[in-house]
């Protein structure tokens, strides 16, 4: 399958280069045509996102070009605004595509693409309607809560198997000494994204994933009872005085990357931190996964296996080129994540992916994660239209935390929507 999908590439680029010499807005380098990314990778990660590339640009003579920013939304929106598009843009937000689609700025993937994408499609990735525009190219869970297996054993403490022993376990900590919950939600301009996490996978949880839809396509209000229940039963953690490490001063202040830092002091301070996979990245060098710390999925609130959330990055197309609609095919396939999953800290999104090319524990484990959920989602926050997802929802998050008023603040959040929330059909660009 690998080598017909490379023959296919190789095929389509015989026609790539002088298709894009006769393409007015095309970029040709001496050595070929170029395809320019935009990305939230800096750094490892954008060294590890060109080895990913590298077999594509080898195969058909296409120069993938790579720029990144850390804050990857509002640097797109200030490109679009200035008619500044890439070639491709690798967003966090699949909100952020739809917004763009819905302008006509995005293209729709074409169907030798389509035709391509084996990933989880009971999360609607990327689709306007029933337009795809996107290829989800790196995921992860958020549904993890990491703790200390020391700890655990020294304490006679087990990992609970439902919401409701959780709990319990938290109770227990308490008595024993121990401010049960590690938690801190600063961000610089992306501060409350940690609150929203936990309000989505308790109203998957709670109220199921029906209802987890509409209410992330806007269909359920933010002051509809289920999801002021969700807040509510968060705030049985976040509001209850010696749960939390630090109390609201600490949540509110202290950046999410040192959120954990107090498990691994002498004696911890504080023993749960609910958190996705991208935690790892934050670990100090001395930590082993599996013996200074571990994680569980964060459990169901009934005896069935528990709902996952999940994220990632998802790629689309503002040019219609031929040697762009080649790399999105590309990046559909497994084969584009090989190299970075060696390297570790990828993810595939497909199922197929062979489990035996993760040189990273945790990686396999987290696809084991993804490939035996019976009900996955996407982050809500990410995939909420713009104004509420990255917006009123990560700033009523904060609100929240402070003052604990879940229908003020349910209401604020609302306030975000547009007075209009079901769009017109999608336009589709002409290219």
């Given at each position: ?203 998957l949880r709670q109220s199921g994933p029906d209802v987890y839809d509409k209410w992330v396509a806007g269909e359920i209000s933010f002051e509809d009872d289920q ?32 959120a954990q830092d107090p498990m691994f002091e002498s004696p911890p301070r504080c023993l749960l931190n609910r958190q996705g996979s991208v935690q790892q990245a ?31 990055e998802f790629a689309a197309a503002f040019a219609d080129r031929p040697e762009v609609h080649a790399l999105l095919q590309y990046l559909a396939t497994p084969e ?96």
């Amino acid at each position: 399958m690998q080598r017909r999908r490379a023959s296919a590439l190789v095929l389509l680029v015989a026609g790539v280069i002088l298709a894009a010499a006769c393409t007015s807005t095309a970029v040709v380098t001496q050595n070929g045509p170029v395809v320019t990314v935009f990305g939230g990778y800096r750094g490892v990660e954008a060294e590890r996102f060109a080895a990913s590339v590298a077999p594509f640009e080898e195969q058909t003579g296409i120069t993938v070009s790579y720029v990144g920013a850390g804050s990857f939304a509002k640097a797109i929106e200030d490109r679009v605004a200035n008619a500044d598009y890439p070639d491709v843009a690798i967003f966090p937000q699949p909100g952020l595509i739809q917004e763009y689609a819905r302008q006509g700025i995005l293209l729709p993937l074409d169907e030798e693409t389509q035709a391509t994408v084996t990933q989880y499609p009971e999360t609607a990735v990327g689709t306007v309607g029933d337009v795809l525009y996107s290829v989800w190219f790196r995921a992860s869970v958020k549904s993890l809560v990491w703790y200390e297996p020391q700890v655990f054993a020294g304490q006679g403490y087990e990992v609970p198997s439902t919401w409701d022993e959780m709990m319990d376990l938290t109770s227990r900590m308490e008595i024993d000494g121990y401010a049960p919950w590690c938690l801190s939600i600063e961000s610089f301009g992306a501060t409350g994204w940690v609150g929203t996490d936990w309000i989505e996978d308790i109203v998957l949880r709670q109220s199921g994933p029906d209802v987890y839809d509409k209410w992330v396509a806007g269909e359920i209000s933010f002051e509809d009872d289920q999801i002021i229940a969700a807040f509510e039963t968060f705030g049985e953690i976040v509001h209850q005085p010696g749960r939390v490490l630090g109390g609201t001063q600490r949540i509110l202040n202290t950046p999410w990357t040192q959120a954990q830092d107090p498990m691994f002091e002498s004696p911890p301070r504080c023993l749960l931190n609910r958190q996705g996979s991208v935690q790892q990245a934050q670990l100090p060098s001395w930590v082993t996964i599996g013996k200074e710390t571990d994680s569980f999925v964060l459990p169901a609130m009934d005896e069935g296996e528990p709902p996952i959330l999940a994220a990632g990055e998802f790629a689309a197309a503002f040019a219609d080129r031929p040697e762009v609609h080649a790399l999105l095919q590309y990046l559909a396939t497994p084969e584009a994540g090989a190299a970075w999953a060696a390297a570790g800290g990828f993810v595939s999104p497909h199922k197929a992916f062979d489990s035996d090319l993760y040189g990273d524990d945790l990686d396999r484990r987290v696809a084991e994660i993804m490939n035996r959920a019976a009900v996955i989602r996407l982050d809500g926050s990410d995939a909420m239209i713009p104004s509420v997802g990255t917006g009123t929802f990560w700033t009523g998050m904060v609100s929240y935390i402070r003052t604990g008023d879940a229908r003020t603040v349910a209401a604020d959040i609302q306030a975000g929507y547009p007075e209009v929330t079901h769009f017109p059909e999608v336009p589709v660009s002409e290219g």
